[in-house]
């Protein structure tokens, strides 16, 4: 059964961490481009993949609970206390600082998408929007190296 749920927390781990970490870059993207509906799209979607990694950490402790008694596995080991608390950082993060600018990101850009304002009104929405890509990238950022650092840990083990 512990081989099981290992498989399932690791496949977890790369289908729903790894968008969760490069959604945030791609909407960064559609924000030079001015798209503000992919940017709202991406903003959802990462918040949805940042809402299933709960699956990935209770993968983890079902992992945890099954594996063999010898290794004294329990919450309160370093390298599973640390990726805890590395993992709920990134959640944070992502939830409090990246989502809503993307948000706010995609809401500046597409107020002017389908108004028929000029090009000039365009391009003001568009610097209202930027304002929003340094959150982004800088969040999305310190997600990833916050997972990354999950990553580590669950692999080295100290």
Do not use: C
């Not at 001015?34 to 299933?52: D, E, K, M, P, Y």
């Not at 944070?92 to 597409?110: D, F, I, T, Y």
Request: positive net charge; charged residues 5%.
């Amino acid at each position: 059964m512990n081989e099981l749920f290992n498989v399932l927390h690791v496949v977890t781990a790369v289908f729903i961490v790894g968008p969760l970490a490069i959604l945030p870059m791609t909407a960064l993207r559609a924000l030079r481009s001015g798209n503000g509906a992919q940017v709202a799209t991406l903003a959802t979607s990462t918040s949805i993949f940042g809402r299933l990694s709960i699956l990935v950490v209770l993968l983890g402790f079902a992992v945890m609970g099954t594996s063999d008694p010898k290794y004294g596995l329990t919450f309160l080991t370093p390298w599973i206390l640390w990726s805890l608390i590395l993992w709920v950082a990134a959640a944070v993060v992502s939830e409090a600082l990246v989502v809503p600018s993307m948000r706010k990101a995609a809401a500046a850009l597409g107020s002017t998408a389908g108004g028929g304002t000029a090009s000039g009104g365009a391009a003001t929405q568009g610097g209202a929007a930027s304002q929003y890509y340094g959150r982004i990238a800088g969040g999305s950022g310190v997600v990833s190296l916050l997972l990354l650092a999950v990553v580590v840990l669950m692999v080295w083990k100290p």
